[in-house]
């Protein structure tokens, strides 16, 4: 049997995200053959006691606001895309096939690069710029350029950014103060996805 010890480290990154819920982190753990009584009891008094002591950071707070602007202006903007950069891409699939309006971009931070900036405060967000297709459309802007508007959104809340100008390098926000705990708050592809679909309206 699989020891509770060796997954703490990754079950406490899930519990700091914010974006699971203890049941959802029971399931997922107790599959892989770890002791569910065990379990059940870390995760639960973990998760109480981080959100009893945690409250969401401004940086994070900024980010959230940052993303649904650029979701109201027809952006694909994600938090919890996946664990890979392949989920990631994934879960842009499932976004186009369940919006109404046609984006002209993305960008967004898998669960890896969350769990590096839990460790070193720097977030790193990968971004694209659409073509025109029968799913999306171009708004003029190339890759670079998308990058470029972007940079300049997360430096306007305040962030300050490291990108270099190349379309093969993601962009970075360094001195990232990631703060969280799980409230049942949409972080999930649903969130750019409602706000999406209310300018498609």
Not at 9 to 32: A, H, L, M, T, V
Not at 101 to 116: A, S, T
Not at 167 to 184: A, E, H, Q, V
Request: contains cysteine; glycine residues 8%; negative net charge.
């Amino acid at each position: 049997m699989e020891k509770l010890e060796d997954y703490k480290e990754d079950i406490d990154k899930k519990i700091k995200s914010g974006f699971f819920g203890s049941n959802d982190i029971i399931s997922s753990y107790s599959e892989i053959g770890l002791d569910r009584g065990e379990l059940e009891k870390y995760v639960k008094e973990t998760a109480k006691q981080h959100a009893a002591t945690v409250q969401v950071s401004a940086n994070l707070l900024s980010l959230k606001k940052v993303f649904d602007e650029l979701s109201a202006e027809g952006y694909i903007t994600l938090h919890k895309a996946g664990y890979t950069s392949s989920d990631a891409y994934d879960m842009i699939d499932d976004v186009l096939a369940e919006t109404n309006f046609k984006p002209y971009g993305y960008i967004l931070y898998n669960e890896q690069d969350l769990n590096r900036c839990l460790d070193d405060g720097e977030l790193t967000l990968s971004f694209g710029a659409f073509r025109d297709t029968e799913q999306t459309q171009s708004n003029g802007k190339n890759k670079v350029e998308t990058g470029a508007y972007f940079k300049s959104k997360l430096e306007a809340e305040g962030f300050i950014v490291d990108w270099d100008g190349s379309p093969d390098r993601k962009i970075t926000i360094l001195d990232f103060d990631f703060k969280n705990y799980f409230d049942g708050e949409d972080w999930y592809y649903t969130r750019s996805l409602g706000i999406l679909n209310k300018k498609a309206v």
